[in-house]
């Protein structure tokens, strides 16, 4: 069965630093890989995703994403963060015959400081 | 283009009772999925309905079932609720027609809390 780490459950940033966010999974076969985000009561944003194609995933709000399969990792980054980046992220797995079934990391919080 | 949509935003119950959740998929879409995220946690993958059948259920009892129309808009059920089923219950949808089955958009979700 597959599974999703992110490691570190909070994380604070200063305004207009990087911010890196870690995720790793573990799958017998390269699986699908997600991040979204989660602002104050609403749902899941998706920001970006891998599917198999370019290792470095660009998505929404300057932030991208690296797969790593050597690693089993998907780690988020952002070169400068905004005080509009503060909010939940989710890291996300599925396998290619269980679409629609993600699985999801505990998450992290992200705390910018001005 | 709407997105995905659920009703209600809230909902109060009390330990014992049955609710029900909707879900509208967005356009185009013909799969639903639905999670439960309690506080604090990551979503967790309840079932996921295609062609108005349960294709794939995550590990929750069977007190929580559900359905799907012919419009592909969904429900959940949960019944003899417990003070455990308090969380937030996100709906999700894709497109296994339009090839992006495995990109999901999700609700804003339903706030169920069991008193």
């Known amino acids: 069965a597959q599974s999703v780490t992110q490691l570190g459950s909070h994380v604070s940033v200063s305004e207009g630093a990087l911010v890196l966010l870690r995720c790793n999974y573990s799958?017998?076969?390269?699986?699908?890989l997600f991040w979204y985000v989660q602002y104050p009561n609403q749902g899941l944003q998706l920001l970006l995703k891998?599917?198999?194609?370019?290792?470095l995933v660009k998505g929404i709000n300057g932030f991208e994403a690296e797969f790593k399969k050597s690693e089993t990792s998907f780690h988020l980054t952002k070169p400068s963060a905004h005080m509009s980046d503060a909010a939940e992220y989710f890291c996300a797995v599925s396998e290619a015959d269980s679409w629609g079934k993600l699985q999801f990391g505990a998450g992290t919080q992200v705390v910018v400081t001005p | 283009d709407a997105g995905v949509t659920q009703s209600p935003t809230h909902l109060i119950k009390t330990r014992g009772q049955q609710v029900t959740l909707r879900c509208s998929p967005k356009s185009g879409h013909d799969t639903v999925s639905w999670y439960q995220q309690a506080l604090g946690q990551g979503p967790q993958f309840i079932f996921q309905?295609?062609?108005?059948?349960?294709?794939q259920r995550g590990n929750f009892p069977d007190r929580f079932s559900g359905h799907q129309f012919p419009n592909y808009s969904s429900e959940l059920n949960v019944n003899a609720l417990l003070l455990g089923d308090s969380a937030l219950y996100l709906c999700a949808s894709s497109s296994l027609y339009l090839g992006t089955e495995h990109e999901q958009f999700f609700g804003p979700g339903t706030r169920l809390t069991v008193l």
């Open positions: 891998y599917t198999s194609a370019a290792t």
């Open positions: 799958s017998s076969v390269p699986p699908y």
């Open positions: 309905y295609y062609e108005e059948e349960e294709r």
